[in-house]
T-cell receptor, first 118, second 112 residues
Framework: GAVVSQHPSRVICKSGTSVKIECRSLDFQATTMFWYRQFPKKSLMLMATSNEGSKATYEQGVEKDKFLINHASLTLSTLTVTSAHPEDSSFYIC??????????????FGPGTRLTVL | SQKIEQNSEALNIQEGKTATLTCNYTNYSPAYLQWYRQDPGRGPVFLLLIRENEKEKRKERLKVTFDTTLKQSLFHITASQPADSATYLCALEYPGNTPLVFGKGTRLSVIA
């Protein structure tokens, strides 16, 4: 199956710094990628939908100026957590669908990035 | 707003038995209902998808049913094995290129 990679897998940073997380579709093109956040023992919560070449669509309650999303190519989307604070500590996961197969509804997920803000 | 309930947070089952997980939703039925497996510290992995006009779908030891009248999907793992221990997530998708909406998941433990 298709593979989605995320980098880094784990990051620890000081409060007030910015952290960039990369999401790549390795063997397929993705017009749309999704960013989720998951707290311990909680469901995946959609943060934003990232569209190649256009602005991301953010879910209600997600600050677009704090979580900057850039989808510059069909295989790469980045999420930047700006001025991170301890409450931003979470597991961030991206996912994508294969643009070439519109009938395939499966979403491919990255392995996730564990962010810890001290 | 749409609610998805996976009514067991955790389920323990003896090896070899059939595990049955439940997913209920409110409001209108999705175009697709999907099941994913998530291991600790990892992203979800797709298992099965069922369309709203389908009643049942099978894949090896897995079976999914979809009842739009009851607004419920059942996920079965037959001949369960310790390696099946994981969290299983139910996800709904509505028409259009919309993102999935996930339930909280059921943590399955298969005991040898």
């Amino acid at each position: 199956g298709a593979v989605v990679s995320q980098h880094p897998s784990r990051v620890i940073c000081k409060s007030g710094t910015s952290v960039k997380i990369e999401c790549r579709s390795l063997d397929f093109q993705a017009t749309t990628m999704f960013w989720y956040r998951q707290f311990p023992k909680k469901s995946l919560m959609l943060m934003a939908t990232s569209n190649e070449g256009s602005k991301a669509t953010y879910e209600q309650g997600v600050e677009k100026d704090k979580f900057l999303i850039n989808h510059a190519s069909l295989t790469l989307s980045t999420l930047t957590v700006t001025s991170a604070h301890p409450e931003d500590s979470s597991f961030y996961i991206c996912s994508a669908r294969d643009s070439a197969t519109s009938g395939n509804r499966e979403q491919f997920f990255g392995p996730g990035t564990r962010l810890t803000v001290l | 707003s749409q609610k998805i309930e996976q009514n067991s947070e955790a389920l323990n089952i003896q090896e070899g038995k059939t595990a049955t997980l439940t997913c209920n939703y409110t409001n209108y039925s999705p175009a697709y209902l999907q099941w994913y497996r998530q291991d600790p510290g990892r992203g979800p992995v797709f298992l099965l998808l069922i369309r709203e006009n389908e009643k049942e779908k099978r894949k090896e030891r897995l079976k999914v049913t979809f009842d739009t009248t009851l607004k419920q999907s059942l996920f079965h793992i037959t001949a369960s094995q310790p390696a099946d221990s994981a969290t299983y997530l139910c996800a709904l998708e509505y028409p259009g290129n919309t993102p999935l909406v996930f339930g909280k998941g059921t943590r399955l433990s298969v005991i040898a």
